[in-house]
């Protein structure tokens, strides 16, 4: 979580705390700026993953969740953050726009997403959601495989 800004370190460590899991012993983290990798092994005995990649930024993003729920030890919770276009207040057009253009320019685009697409997408992957709330103009969630 060092890679994290002091906000998002905060914001990620008060909702795991909320949830009952910031002394999971059996947590996993997955960086936003690192690349590790991962095989069978790895998984065995986790009991929480922590993705700390804003879910906007992964490409096929339907693979990356499949892959997820594939190799997570049953009952396990997923967890991590997404920014929903459909909930940012005071975004007026202009800024919108801006963004898009940034967005086109930038390698790391960032795909919009809505919270009802999330919803969908981890239910047709077989996640159960337990969690998903916004704080500070990103939603958070925890979700279980089955």
């Known amino acids: 979580m060092d890679k994290l800004g002091a906000e998002e370190k905060e914001t990620f460590f008060n909702y795991l705390d909320w949830l009952g899991l910031s002394n999971d012993p059996n947590m996993l983290i997955l960086s936003s700026k690192l690349h590790y990798y991962y095989d069978y092994e790895d998984f065995k005995g ?22 997820v729920y594939n ?27 801006y963004k898009k253009i940034i967005n086109f320019l930038d390698s790391r685009i960032e795909t919009d997403l809505s919270r009802e697409y999330i919803v969908r997408l981890f239910k047709s992957q077989g996640f159960e959601i337990i969690d998903m709330r916004d704080i500070n103009g990103l939603t958070y969630f925890r979700t279980r495989n089955d």
């Open 71 to 97: 190799i997570l030890p049953p009952k396990t919770n997923f967890i991590g953050y997404f920014s929903d276009g459909k909930t940012r207040s005071g975004i007026g057009i202009v800024s919108r726009m």
């Open 46 to 67: 986790v009991t929480t993953l922590l993705n700390l990649k804003k879910l906007n930024l992964i490409k096929h993003l339907d693979v990356f969740l499949k892959n």
